[in-house]
């Protein structure tokens, strides 16, 4: 099946700082991108969609100049968490589709993110 | 409302038994439904399409009841390997878009 690859797989950074997380489709192109966060034992909460060469369409309370999200090919997504903070400390992880809407999504490994 | 609703359980069975759990969508404009397995801090992973006439892949079986805007699944001889979180997942189209919406999950515990 599809492969999404996602890039890094875990990270510690320090507080103020920036990470930076990649989503790429490995065999497929992929039109449209979703980054989603998950705290432990709760669900995934969808942050932003992204489509390639346009701007990402951000959910209710999330925001765009924290998570900063560029779909600049149809092969990678990067969300770029500026100044984090320790609550930002969560499990991130990507999906990717190509023809909606039967597809499935394919999902990235995830990015566990531990601000200190 | 939130868009997709599933029964958190957990549900503790026994290895062999059959559980079933349901998840209900609240947007009618809802195109297409799927449901996933996520293991514990791991990323989801496609367990089945659901397709309105119901299918079955295995001991998994699943249905959709567009009127009553609902999906179901149906674990069949639960093995201890079952254990998981499972997702229901909505693809509702936008104006010029799809999005994904996830359910909370619905927890099952296979014991031995």
């Known amino acids: 099946g599809a492969v999404v690859s996602q890039h890094p797989s875990r990270v510690i950074c320090k507080s103020g700082t920036s990470v930076k997380i990649e989503c790429r489709s490995l065999?497929?192109?992929?039109?449209?991108m979703f980054w989603y966060r998950q705290f432990p034992k709760q669900s995934l909460m969808l942050m932003a969609t992204?489509?390639?060469?346009?701007?990402?369409?951000?959910e209710q309370g999330v925001e765009k100049d924290k998570f900063l999200i560029n779909h600049a090919s149809l092969t990678l997504s990067t969300l770029t968490v500026t100044s984090a903070h320790p609550e930002d400390s969560s499990f991130y992880i990507c999906?990717?589709?190509?023809?909606?809407?039967?597809?499935?999504?394919?999902f990235g490994q995830g990015t566990r993110l531990t601000v200190v | 409302r939130k868009e997709v609703e599933q029964d958190p359980g957990p549900f503790n069975v026994p290895e062999g038994a059959t559980v079933a759990f349901n998840c209900t969508y609240s947007?009618?404009?809802?195109?297409?439904f799927f449901w996933y397995r996520q293991d514990c801090r791991k990323e989801p992973k496609l367990l089945m399409s659901?397709?309105?006439s119901g299918n079955e892949d295995g001991r998994f079986t699943a249905q959709l009841n567009r009127a009553s805007q609902y999906i179901s699944l149906l674990i069949r001889d639960s093995k201890l390997s079952d254990s998981a979180t499972y997702l229901c997942?909505?693809?509702?189209?936008?104006?010029?878009?799809?999005?994904?919406?996830f359910g909370a999950g619905t927890t099952v515990t296979v014991r031995a």
């Open positions: 999906s990717a589709m190509d023809f909606p809407p039967n597809t499935e999504a394919f």
């Open positions: 065999d497929f192109q992929a039109t449209t």
């Open positions: 992204s489509n390639e060469g346009s701007k990402a369409t951000y």
């Open positions: 947007n009618s404009a809802s195109q297409s």
């Open positions: 659901v397709y309105s």
């Open positions: 997942v909505v693809n509702i189209k936008g104006s010029n878009d799809y999005k994904l919406s």
